[in-house]
């Protein structure tokens, strides 16, 4: 059973440059049903919930330790907000809240990025607080933004690289269809401090789509 591509709701728009690159991630809203994906924004800093869950995530130990969060605080999370807005403006990355379609709760973060814009080559990454561990949300998520970048912004290899000692990215990555291909010497200092060994997976925009339908 192949999984259903995600209906594409169209998000506020925001006018880019003239002759923007052929490469590019524009802000994009994907339903995935009980999830909806939508790029992050400034007014996620206003009071409320999604700001005090960016708060409680910068303090969160696995997030700190694999995928540290300058988000510690209402100010600094008004500033990575911002580079994340500034990211879709320039469209060369495509950072998704993962909020739950039902009451809006914050689930995680999908984050899709050129490291080589003309070449069609780009990274990918991913993160959750505990309300959006062991429900298989993180990975639909990813498997979705996947094939968007694939399917309109003519990717052709999107890569993945977490530590070795993350076991739970590994899996993740392996169940999105990202192929192991090597590991990474002393390639990242992480939020201890130490220079982890990573893992590298990728997918080609030719590898077969795998199967992430929930169950």
């Given amino acids: 059973m192949s999984t259903p591509v995600p209906a594409l709701v169209p998000a506020p728009v925001h006018a880019g440059p003239d002759g923007a690159e052929p490469r590019t991630f524009r802000r994009t809203t994907l339903d995935l049903g009980d999830v ?4 992050w924004e400034r007014a996620d800093a206003e009071p409320g919930p999604i700001l005090d869950s960016l708060v409680a995530a910068a303090a969160d130990p696995l997030i700190a330790l694999w995928n540290p969060l300058a988000t510690r605080d209402p100010a600094a999370a008004l500033a990575w907000l911002e580079a994340r807005e500034e990211s879709w403006d320039k469209g060369t990355a495509a950072p998704f809240a993962v909020l739950d379609a039902a009451d809006g709760a914050l689930l995680g973060c999908v984050n899709l990025r050129w490291t080589d814009r003309a070449d069609g080559l780009a990274m990918i990454g991913y993160w959750a607080p505990p309300a959006g561990r062991g429900r298989g949300v993180i990975g639909r998520a990813t498997g979705a933004v996947t094939a968007w970048g694939f399917r309109t912004a003519d990717a052709r290899r999107i890569e993945v690289a977490h530590a070795v000692g993350n076991e739970a990215s590994c899996r993740l990555a392996l169940k999105c269809g990202y192929l192991p291909e090597g590991t990474l010497r002393a390639s990242f200092r992480f939020g201890d401090g130490t220079y ?8 080609l925009a030719t590898d077969p789509e795998p199967d992430l339908a929930p169950r």
């Fill in 36 to 39: 909806v994906l939508r790029p």
């Fill in 196 to 203: 982890h060994d990573e893992h590298l997976h990728a997918r």
